[in-house]
């Protein structure tokens, strides 16, 4: 179970489960109060102008543009492919988003679309969003999507197991996709809304940490509450940790309920206060988001063309 | 009660989104009666509520367009009666603010809430007077239906301080459009009260959001405006309504015509504002199909 390259008192913790035990309960607890303070008073930070159009230039290049609905088709992927590529198609210096997030059905469509454009293609897998099958349909699902070309996989945790304390086999779990995505850049989704504590938020986080994930993803986007301001600042604490402990550098995504440009801006403060400005980056903080692009957009031609804009101007999506 | 009490200066806010904010800059400026008293303060809108007040427009508009016409029509009734219901306190309001003795001033107000039961009562007209069967040489039904346009900017008279509002308002409201409007500047507490009217009436919130303050300043942030499909420039003023054409050109946004000062509101209007809220769609249904 042990990952050779750590520190040895993380190589320790992983040792045996009750070792790992042992490492998350041994965790400093969150302070619920100032996380939630600190959290709303970054978000008071008044962002204009120029820093304001460059912050959402950053935002658009950091989405992960996503469709997670049974009605999905292969034409819907087809028109967010298009989307990507080009966002807003009258201003063409509008920056390409980070990926495009699908089903494992429908990667092949999606890199299809997006083939030479360098726009990663995400996929949710394991059982999305409940985790609730066998290890080995959970595996099937996650070498359907990296066998059809997905770049990037959205693996969410046993949230059950967890809960109940088995930390071992999450562990095992996320250890076990990480191996089967071989090249493709893989993100733990924790379900911050099922996890109740800011303190399991923090326990999850260094778990998935050490199991391997590139990516701390706090939600499907299928349960409310999803991403938050200070579950966000939770997570973005344990992988500034991660990279003073270990050197290496691993991604934080909020995905789920951040519908404007006003919430993206706060999210960027908070990525630069907590993290560091290192994190400013889409290859080390994502927005998984839907309707998202288009507040974006209308603030971006706002900001330009000095008046307001409206939702006619943008696709419908 | 004891003839020296102070009597409760008030500190009005906006109307938005069915609540009442304060504005997003904080200002207020003071109101005052046609001789220069004090009356109250009064919220002084900026751009940031007239954006917040067309997104909540926006919101609103598919409920309201999408009601039916009678039903639209019970509402506006019900406005009526409100309205009806605090005939002293809009007299007393327009009396002090145009420096109307008090009598002239309540055949002020019966004319207002006249004119809204006679806007009330086209919701259900108009269609069947501005839609049409059109005779086509062809195997198609061919007919024509006024739809609303969307999301109106609204100026209102800066004289008639409730009269003309509502002659102003009540049409956007009739044709199933949704309102931003700023109120006369100087003589904004008819307004204000017909905006508490409104939120205790059954009219859906973000249907009618009303800002107190300058025309000159709102106006040409509703006129460029991207989500709003029509203006009525009628508070702006002569040379501001040039203005106001000039943003709303980039938008090909319906600019309402309006007389160079103010009509005489009292004379009982034609459907033409109805009428310019009102996009036909013309549909060809091939027959025998």
């Not at chain 1, 080995?136 to 359907?144: F, G, S, T």
């Not at chain 2, 919701?123 to 069967?133: E, H, N, P, R, S």
Request: glycine share 8%.
């Amino acid at each position: 179970m042990a990952t050779p390259t750590l520190p040895a008192e993380l190589s320790d913790a992983t040792s045996d489960e009750r070792s790992l035990r042992r490492f998350l309960h041994g965790l400093p607890g969150v302070d619920q109060v100032g996380v939630e303070q600190r959290a709303a008073g970054l978000g008071t930070r008044s962002i204009k102008k120029g820093s304001k159009l460059q912050a959402i230039d950053t935002a658009i290049s950091m989405v992960d543009l996503t469709t997670l609905e049974g009605a999905d088709t292969h034409g819907k992927v087809r028109a967010l492919a298009a989307k990507a590529r080009r966002p807003d198609p009258e201003r063409p210096d509008t920056p390409r988003v980070a990926a495009v997030c699908v089903y494992p059905d429908l990667v092949a469509t999606a890199v299809e679309a997006l083939v030479g454009t360098g726009i990663g293609v995400a996929s949710v897998a394991t059982a999305f969003p409940s985790g609730r099958s066998s290890r080995e349909v959970k595996l099937a699902d996650v070498a359907l999507a990296v066998r059809s070309g997905a770049t990037e996989v959205d693996m969410v945790i046993d949230r059950g197991a967890f809960l109940e304390g088995r930390y071992g086999q999450v562990f095992d779990e996320i250890q076990a996709v990480k191996a089967a995505c071989g090249d493709a850049h893989l993100k733990v989704i924790l379900e911050t809304g099922e996890l109740a504590t800011y303190d399991n938020v923090r326990r999850a986080s260094w778990l998935a940490l050490l199991a391997g994930g590139d990516f701390i993803k706090t939600s499907t986007g299928k349960v409310s509450p999803a991403a938050t301001l200070p579950v966000t600042h939770v997570m973005l604490q344990a992988v500034r940790d991660w990279y003073t402990t270990t050197g290496e550098l691993r991604g934080v995504k909020p995905a789920g309920g951040i519908r404007t440009t006003k919430d993206a801006i706060r999210y960027l403060v908070a990525v630069h206060e907590v993290a560091g400005p290192d994190w400013l980056t889409p290859s080390l903080f994502r927005f998984g988001a839907s309707s998202l692009l288009n507040d974006l957009l209308l603030q971006r031609r706002t900001q330009l063309d000095g008046h307001y804009s409206g939702p006619d101007y943008v696709t419908v999506d | 009660m004891s003839d020296n009490r102070i009597s409760v200066a008030k500190t009005y806010k906006l109307y938005v989104d069915g609540k009442f904010p304060r504005s997003e800059s904080g200002r207020t400026y003071p109101v005052t009666d046609s001789k220069g008293t004090f009356l109250a303060n009064a919220a002084h809108a900026s751009r940031k509520d007239v954006r917040d007040a067309v997104v909540a427009a926006r919101k609103a508009f598919d409920g309201w367009s999408g009601a039916t016409a009678y039903n639209r029509g019970q509402v506006l009734y019900r406005v009526a009666e409100m309205m009806e219901g605090r005939r002293e306190q809009f007299a007393a309001e327009v009396a002090a603010s145009e420096g109307l003795p008090s009598r002239k001033a309540q055949s002020v107000v019966d004319a207002a809430v006249d004119r809204w039961v006679w806007y009330a009562g086209w919701t259900d007209k108009i269609a069947t007077v501005l839609g049409a069967a059109n005779p086509v040489a062809g195997p198609y039904f061919s007919f024509t239906v006024p739809e609303p346009t969307g999301v109106v900017g609204v100026l209102a008279p800066q004289e008639s301080s409730l009269l003309g509002l509502v002659s102003v308002v009540a049409p956007v409201l009739a044709t199933g459009c949704t309102a931003v409007v700023v109120s006369s500047a100087d003589r904004p507490l008819p307004a204000v009260t017909l905006s508490e009217v409104l939120a205790t009436s059954d009219v859906p919130a973000g249907v009618v959001n009303v800002l107190t303050g300058r025309a000159g300043e709102l106006g040409p942030w509703l006129a460029s405006h991207g989500d709003v499909n029509a203006i009525d420039p009628t508070g702006a003023g002569p040379v501001g309504r040039v203005e106001i054409a000039r943003e709303a050109a980039g938008t090909v946004k319906r600019v309402l015509a309006v007389p160079e000062d103010e009509p005489d509101w009292t004379r009982r209007p034609d459907i033409a504002r109805l009428r310019r809220y009102l996009e036909p769609k013309t549909v060809w249904h091939p027959m025998g199909v």
